[in-house]
């Protein structure tokens, strides 16, 4: 595996997870909230207004030397994160030095948008990514769009992909999708067994956090009040996330929202990358639906949810799962150029 940016163009992908670090759980939580060196915040904001008036914001990250026609990416977070979480940070560095330009997206809500959203993003806010590849095609036309997406933002990515089908939107023309929930009830029922149920309450009580805060921002007499405080993702979802949303129920929600049922509708070149011992997302509901022959699953032994810790020898600053999604793009613009 690439361990600089110098190795990109040739590397050949696979993980092999660092020998002390094997497990699920290890995995997930220490990729988390091992955040390795911090960069400063160098991206210009671009405030995006949607069709019922709220905004979100991408986070500009343009690398010197960049011009018009070059290749961009849409980055999109997973639940509980935001354009500052350390996987979209890196990544984006990444992806700059090969030239690409990247947007890191604030769903609704989220980061630099908390002020800006009165209604809450939710895992099928495909309308939401499409009105972003679209003005960053507005924004750098001519230019080819890859959209990246983790856990919830993978699932973004995915259903927005399957809608376009064979059509067009903006420049995008690739997905990579990092550990999606395609179905998302499979995924909450999931979450409520053994030692899974901690990440649904971690979760749970992040989201009731970004909830109360909202609250602050909001006049006081329209402000969202639980009647009474959810424990479960599932509970959240039921009480704020649908209704909010504008579902009817949370069943409908998840119905509506999971990509899964859209993956054989794909036109592009897409790869999903899932690890088999993942907490929060089941590898097995990868087989509950068929897939376009453009999609590639690439599925890993080991890595928890996001995690994909390696050695040292493997890539020299431990983040596989970073190096896989430049591999891939890198990948992609050499066949595009060819």
């Known amino acids: 595996m690439i361990s600089s940016i110098d190795d990109l163009a040739s590397s050949q992908s696979g993980y092999r997870p660092h020998p002390i670090l094997r497990g699920p759980h290890v995995q997930t939580i220490l990729g988390a909230y091992w955040r390795g060196p911090s960069a400063p915040y160098a991206a210009r904001p671009h405030v995006v207004t949607l069709d019922d008036g709220d905004q979100v914001v991408l986070h500009d990250d343009r690398p010197a030397g960049w011009q018009a026609g070059d290749r961009t990416a849409l980055l999109i977070h997973g639940l509980g994160g935001c354009h500052s979480s350390p996987y979209l940070v890196r990544i984006a560095g990444k992806l700059n030095a ?33 009105a972003a590849v679209q003005f960053i095609g507005s924004l750098c036309p001519g230019s080819a769009c890859t959209a990246i997406g983790f856990s919830l933002g993978g699932n973004v990515v995915l259903k927005l992909a399957g809608e376009v089908g064979a059509g067009s939107c903006g420049g995008l023309d690739s997905v990579f999708s990092v550990a999606p929930p395609i179905d998302l009830a499979h995924c909450c029922e999931n979450m409520s067994r053994g030692l899974n149920r901690l990440y649904d309450r971690d979760f749970v009580r992040r989201l009731i956090r970004r909830v109360e805060l909202q609250r602050d921002y909001d006049d006081l007499s329209t402000a969202f009040r639980f009647s009474q405080r959810p424990r479960r993702i599932v509970e959240f979802d039921r009480d704020y996330t649908a209704p909010m949303a504008g579902f009817d129920s949370v069943s409908e929600y998840y119905e509506k929202a999971s990509s899964g049922p859209l993956l054989a509708n794909i036109a592009m070149p897409t790869h999903i990358l899932t690890a088999a011992d993942d907490p929060i997302v089941p590898r ?6 068929p897939f376009s022959p453009l999609i590639t699953l690439e599925t890993t032994s080991h ?8 050695p040292r020898n493997i890539t020299s600053d431990r983040r596989w799962m970073d190096w896989r999604v430049a591999d891939w793009v890198a990948e992609l613009m050499q066949r595009k150029t060819v």
């Open 284 to 289: 097995a509901i990868f087989d509950k639906f």
């Open 303 to 310: 890595g928890g949810h996001l995690g994909f810790l390696a």
């Open 98 to 130: 090969l030239g690409v330009r990247s947007f890191r997206m604030d769903l609704r809500g989220c980061g630099a948008g908390a002020k800006l959203a009165r209604k809450p993003f939710h895992a099928g806010c495909s309308d939401d990514a499409r």
